[in-house]
């Protein structure tokens, strides 16, 4: 079974600081994806990357950015988390043309 | 007008009735995807098709391309089946969600 774990299931940060959310996956996929999900607006997608050191803006890349070192961990930035920036974040991961495999999400706080 | 548009928005059934979620988009696609979101965060993907109509259990679900428009039926329901239900099209390398059908099943 594909597992994709996300690091911190709550997380409250103030306004400002620099925020990491990690992501890993165990099963060798090329693509991983990091979305938001706020209620009423569903999932956006943020950022996305198929293949190591590669990553392509998704629809709302502003006051992110993203790293792909190696091809089993994307990390989502919050350069300076603002409070607009509260929200569920989730990541997946999937080989092409193959179902999303999502984690538990995180919920991050932003005071 | 969003691209992906799902219907109802909310759904209240009583166990053991016929559910039925649509799905609606306004562009050309490779695949839909179905998705079950409980409460808590964690989604599980339930079908990804292209044509015709799949099943799983109590759960089938079907996509007409020339109409454009998907289905996502729940037979049998029952408490469990209470969470939310999103349908996603992938244009490209990239999926495009609904805003999601919140269903709740009374027992």
């Known amino acids: 079974d594909v597992k994709v774990t996300q690091s911190s299931r709550y997380l409250v940060k103030r306004t400002g600081e620099k925020v990491f959310l990690e992501c890993v996956q165990d099963?060798?996929?090329?693509?991983m994806f990091w979305y938001r999900q706020d209620p009423g607006l569903g999932l956006r997608l943020i950022y996305f990357?198929?293949?190591?050191?590669?990553?392509e803006k998704g629809d709302i890349p502003e006051g992110y950015s993203v790293s792909r070192e190696k091809k089993e961990r994307f990390s989502l930035i919050l350069e300076s988390a603002s409070t607009n920036q509260t929200s569920m974040y989730l990541c997946?991961?999937?080989?092409?043309?193959?179902?999303?495999?999502f984690g538990n999400g995180t919920r991050l706080t932003v005071t | 007008k969003n691209e992906v548009e799902q219907s109802p928005q909310n759904l209240t059934a009583q166990e053991g009735e016929f559910i039925t979620i649509n799905c609606s988009y306004s562009?050309?696609?490779?695949?839909l995807h179905w998705l079950q979101q409980h409460p808590g965060g964690g989604i599980v993907s339930l079908f990804m098709?292209?044509?015709g109509k799949k099943k799983h259990g109590r759960l089938i679900a079907t996509i007409n391309i020339q109409e454009k428009h998907s289905s996502l039926h729940i037979t049998a329901s029952h408490p469990r089946d209470s969470a939310v239900y999103i349908c996603?099209?992938?244009?490209?390398?990239?999926?495009?969600f609904g805003a999601g059908t919140i269903l709740r099943v009374k027992s």
């Open positions: 996603a099209v992938r244009r490209g390398n990239k999926l495009v």
């Open positions: 099963m060798d996929h090329e693509n």
């Open positions: 562009v050309g696609i490779s695949a």
């Open positions: 098709l292209s044509s």
């Open positions: 990357s198929y293949d190591v050191k590669m990553k």
């Open positions: 997946a991961s999937s080989l092409s043309g193959s179902p999303l495999h």
